[in-house]
């Protein structure tokens, strides 16, 4: 059978989707949630909403389905949405991004319901810095749960914000982790989206500066992994094995990457979003129905035509809106 491809414009093959099942977060992250859901409504998308689209973006080509919020795990329905989204032939990958701080005891059912790999957010290893940026203390609880994810053998990326002011001793302590335990530490560099706007990124090159300094100076790794933006670099350690995990980059505002984007999501009130950087949507929760995806994949490919070609987050030109949405609604 041919293998089905969905390639938008500019000839760049879409085979990912994030999807923000939920809006709703236990934790209070001061540039994303500062003020938590106390006073808001919370939306969730369906789990037959969910798998719906997750069947008809198999059946347009995409292979890989990141669980999103807001806080996935809360969502009542994960682990079968795991399970569903997971027998979907055509879908290779389901993962999860989650603040990792519901999910020590979830590890196993969400392993036997096929998940793939689990990114987790910690910023910091300090529990005061992490009670400052998230609004409570768990550095303890997430780091249970990244251990159940390492004895379960479900690969783990540990994603870090850099912050200034905030965390900004916590790079190497963050790193350490890599070396003793296989998994993956990338530092995302701050977005001007929701919250995001009222912080200075820290620029990769600062990092950098502090890794070479404490481990030597590192060289860029060329090989693929995983599925997207992250450039990893390394060390003797990393290549030969010595160290457990590999440390990387997202650095989607200094070092766009959006040539090789593969990736389009949809937020927690079920719009299509091309571009994280942009307003512009289309709605899929109108064309959902169980018995005949055919409307939604049509929507869904068209929709792919008019992915932008870049941001603008370095620009500010174009015709397009900026977004408006706060990042616990987008997913990241
Ligand atoms: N609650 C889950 C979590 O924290 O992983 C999933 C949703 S959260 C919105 C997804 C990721 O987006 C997290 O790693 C978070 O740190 C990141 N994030 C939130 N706001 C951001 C911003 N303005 N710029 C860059 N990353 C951001
Ligand atoms: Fe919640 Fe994740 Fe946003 Fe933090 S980054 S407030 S954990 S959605």
Not at 94 to 103: A, E, K, R, S
Not at 163 to 183: C, F, H, M, R, T
Not at 310 to 327: I, R, V, W
Request: hydrophobic content about 35%; glycine content about 8%.
């Amino acid at each position: 059978m041919k293998e089905k491809k969905l390639t938008d414009c500019y000839k760049r093959v879409i085979d990912y989707v994030r999807i923000s099942i939920i809006d709703g977060c236990n934790l209070a992250c001061t540039y994303c949630m500062p003020n938590g859901n106390g006073c808001k409504k919370i939306t969730t998308l369906s789990k037959e909403e969910i798998v719906c689209m997750g069947r008809a973006f198999a059946n347009c080509g995409i292979k890989k389905i990141k669980l999103t919020g807001g806080e996935p795990l809360l969502h009542k329905d994960i682990i079968s949405i795991v399970k569903e989204l997971s027998s979907i032939a055509g879908i290779d990958q389901v993962t999860l991004t989650t603040n990792g701080i519901l999910l020590e005891n979830k590890v196993k059912l969400l392993k036997e319901a096929g998940i793939f790999a689990i990114n987790v957010s910690l910023d910091t290893l300090d529990e005061e810095e992490y009670k400052h940026i998230t609004g409570q203390y768990g550095v303890e609880k997430v780091f249970n749960s990244i251990k159940a994810c390492v004895e379960h053998n479900i690969p783990v990326k540990i994603n870090c914000v850099p912050i200034k002011g905030y965390n900004d001793d916590s790079y190497i302590p963050l790193v350490e982790l890599a070396k003793k335990y296989p998994v993956d530490v990338r530092f995302i560099e701050m977005m001007p989206i929701g919250y995001g706007k009222n912080f200075m990124p820290v620029k990769q090159e600062e990092i950098e500066e502090k890794l070479k300094s404490k481990y030597g100076m590192f060289y860029p790794y060329h090989g693929i992994k995983g599925n997207g933006p992250a450039t990893y670099i390394q060390w003797k350690e990393t290549e030969n094995g010595k160290w457990k995990g590999n440390v990387g980059f997202i650095s989607a505002v200094s070092h766009e990457f959006c040539d090789s984007c593969n990736r389009i999501r949809v937020t927690s009130d079920g719009i299509l979003k091309l571009c994280l950087c942009f307003d512009k949507g289309i709605d899929l929760k109108k064309y959902i129905n169980k018995s005949d995806l055919r409307q939604l994949e049509e929507v869904i490919k068209q929709g792919i035509l008019e992915k932008p070609k870049h941001h603008n987050f370095n620009t500010k030109d174009g015709s397009l809106e900026n977004e408006q949405k706060n990042m616990w609604e987008i997913g990241g």
